[in-house]
């Protein structure tokens, strides 16, 4: 119901929105010194600007059009409330008082960056409210937009519930499990009040050798649409155009736009040895397709890659960020620089911030020196080197998804929130990351074993030995980007380790013991060797091909294991389970034993592993990236004969050994 007095402001407003926008250039005109002889030039300093008063009538009026509130809190704004806005800074260099005083318009944690109080949800909840807060007192009340990085829930912090990392699910390659993931996620985030996460990770990685590839779904970009698209709906809640998030929903964020898969090597933040008309080519083939499934579901924010195209950085190319995002796929919401990124660009940092400013990044993820940066938007805008037009175009989108996710009408510490705490790795939640366990895990190889399958045979086995660390290590099973940025062997959070969930499931029949070191008694007459990767991310995890293989410690247990046998003079059953990021190389060992398991890294819930293993649960999930027999070949994957493949895009197979089909 609109008042007259509102209907009033808003034409005075519309108005003033029409003049404003239709000279643009006015101001850069007016500030660079030309000759502007437009009649409106002179006619914008006509125009009756609102009162704080009339415009907050208007910004905070949930029952207005998005556009009409963004136009009123931006008439109202001084540059420096503007260039603030602009600017993201990391938690741990934020204080309660720098956000009252300086109108900052976001803060971040970024990996592992905890509360100085604890890790435990309500450490965050405290933290992230008493930041809210602040912001609230500042002259316009413009809410604080609080990010983190939900790589596989809410990771960072102790108890919550931990799904498997992209790879896993892409390899599950479920639509549907998607939409039920991201529900979950996002009601774990709230829970904290928490209200973004800089997640999908849209990439399609080409060669494992990059210390990301877990984060991406696939090697095909199709497949990344087909998930994040449906991913993104519901972490935002379906949210449409100009209108507003249901509740427990969060802002998410397409990333890291775009690339990052193809570098040369593999290298992280790695140059894409491409021409533009090259890479373009790439982009129309499909790459560019996951972005646009995202953009059509709206998603709120995007960021860009610190990776290059032909030597120039993602973050100051206007051809892909305002041409190709914003115009071509139409993208509204707003586009945030990775941490601390724009200082890979080149020139000194005012040149740094304008570039990437005019390039088309709207929000500056400046962890440290995000106060130095807003004072450099102020300077440059002053300077005529990033025009008012530029600006508000970035605050308005900024502003747009604040407002698209209730932030002005956000409840700080609300009955709801809390409501959401309780329920933060609930069992119920829990259930949920269990079943994308199940439908992670890759069946490689199903041999024969005395005329029967493998995966029948060790049902009947009574005496259970698991052989390697990885059996009972939560850290290892969740991977990077878990409590800590790169992650954490050891007991690090709440789950079930793999033999903890296979003893559950057998120990009415089966005894269950545990070798660290590979060495065997003769009474075991199945033995499930553990190995793969220790936790990893970003740049850390960037390897050579003879890099790609088990950690030492577990070669040493594959090793073991076959010494023990030998020496045993038995044949027991063995099962081998890769607990990894990435295809890594264990051709040596997929002859040696009878069934070959790909886990990925599965997360907390190790109950899906023994679910399928043990339970009434058949194998569905398919390889979302080619395996090579020779990581020395890594590079030149896609152009290797068959013969030189382990395991194709798309393998997979029951329990009945058959093949399935990704579809
Ligand atoms: C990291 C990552 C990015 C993450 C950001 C904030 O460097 O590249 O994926 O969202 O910083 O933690």
Not at 260 to 288: A, I
Not at 434 to 451: C, M, P, Q
Not at 641 to 662: D, Q, V
Request: with cysteine; net charge negative; glycine share 10%.
């Amino acid at each position: 119901m609109k008042t007259y007095k509102s209907m009033k402001l808003l034409s005075m407003l519309l108005a003033a929105t029409l003049l404003f926008s239709s000279c643009g250039n006015a101001n850069e005109a007016a500030v660079s010194g030309e000759n502007n002889t437009d009649s409106t030039v002179e006619s914008v300093e006509e125009v009756k600007e609102l009162s704080l008063e009339e415009a907050k009538e208007i910004y905070l009026n949930k029952d207005l059009p998005v556009d009409e509130r963004i136009a009123a809190l931006l008439s109202v704004m001084t540059l420096e409330e503007k260039a603030f806005q602009c600017v993201q800074g990391e938690q741990a260099s934020v204080s309660v008082s720098d956000v009252k005083n300086t109108g900052i318009g976001s803060v971040l944690s970024g990996g592992g960056s905890a509360p100085t109080t604890g890790n435990n949800p309500t450490d965050w909840q405290n933290r992230v409210n008493e930041l809210k807060a602040a912001a609230l007192e500042t002259r316009l009340g413009i809410p604080l937009l609080y990010g983190i990085d939900a790589v596989h829930g809410n990771n960072n912090i102790y108890g919550a519930t931990v799904f498997p990392h992209n790879i896993g699910l892409g390899a599950a390659n479920d639509p549907e499990l998607m939409e039920e993931i991201g529900h979950v996620v996002a009601k774990e985030v709230r829970a904290v009040g928490v209200q973004y996460s800089f997640t999908p990770c849209l990439a399609n990685p080409q060669n494992e050798r990059w210390g990301r590839t877990y984060e991406g779904f696939s090697e095909k970009a199709e497949d990344v649409a087909k998930l994040a698209g449906p991913y993104v709906a519901a972490l935002q809640g379906n949210v449409k155009d100009n209108d507003y998030m249901p509740e427990d929903a969060i802002i998410a964020c397409a990333k890291h736009f775009i690339g990052e898969g193809y570098t040369e090597n593999g290298k992280n933040q790695g140059d894409v040895k491409m021409t533009p008309e090259e890479f373009d080519e790439l982009l129309s083939m499909g790459v560019l397709d996951p972005y646009k499934a995202c953009v059509d579901n709206n998603v709120l924010t995007v960021m860009p890659s610190y990776n290059s195209i032909n030597g120039l950085k993602c973050h100051e190319n206007h051809h892909l960020l305002t041409e190709v995002l914003k115009e071509q796929l139409g993208f509204k919401g707003m586009v945030i620089s990775d941490y601390n990124a724009i200082g890979q660009c080149k020139g000194t940092y005012d040149e740094q911030v304008a570039n990437c400013f005019n390039a088309g990044v709207d929000m500056f993820m400046e962890a440290q020196n995000w106060e130095g940066c807003a004072k450099t938007i102020v300077k440059l805008v002053n300077d005529g080197k990033i025009s008012e037009e530029r600006l508000n175009d970035a605050v308005s989108r900024i502003l747009r998804v604040k407002f698209m996710s209730n932030m002005f009408e956000e409840e700080i510490n609300s009955a709801h929130e809390n409501e959401l705490l309780a329920e933060f790795g609930s069992e119920a939640n829990r259930e949920v990351a269990r079943k994308a366990v199940r439908e992670s895990l890759v069946l490689l190889k199903n041999g024969d074993v005395n005329g029967s399958l493998a995966l029948d045979a060790i049902k009947e086995a009574t005496n259970i030995t698991l052989c390697g660390t990885a059996a009972y290590d939560i850290g290892r099973q969740c991977g990077g980007w878990t409590i800590a940025w790169e992650g954490r062997t050891g007991n690090i959070t709440k789950g079930t380790p793999i033999i903890q969930a296979i003893y559950d499931e057998v120990k009415d029949h089966a005894a269950v013991s545990h070798s660290v070191n590979g060495k065997l008694d003769k009474a075991s007459d199945l033995i499930i060797t553990v190995v793969g990767e220790n936790p990893y991310s970003e740049t850390g995890g960037d390897t050579t091909p003879t890099g790609l293989k088990p950690v030492s410690a577990d070669g040493r247990v594959l090793e073991a294991v076959e010494e023990s046998i030998a020496e045993n003079g038995n044949d027991p059953l063995k099962v081998l389970i890769v607990i990894a990021g990435r295809p890594i190389n264990i051709t040596e060992y997929v002859d040696k034993y009878d069934a070959v398991v790909m886990a990925f890294l599965p997360g907390t819930e190790g109950e899906g592993i023994s679910d399928v293993l043990f339970g009434d649960y058949d194998f569905t999930g398919t390889l979302p990236m080619t395996w090579v027999k020779d990581p020395e070949n890594v590079n030149d994957k896609f152009s290797l004969p068959e013969s030189e493949i382990l395991f194709s895009y798309g393998f997979g197979l029951n329990k009945a050994g058959e093949a399935l089909t990704r579809n």
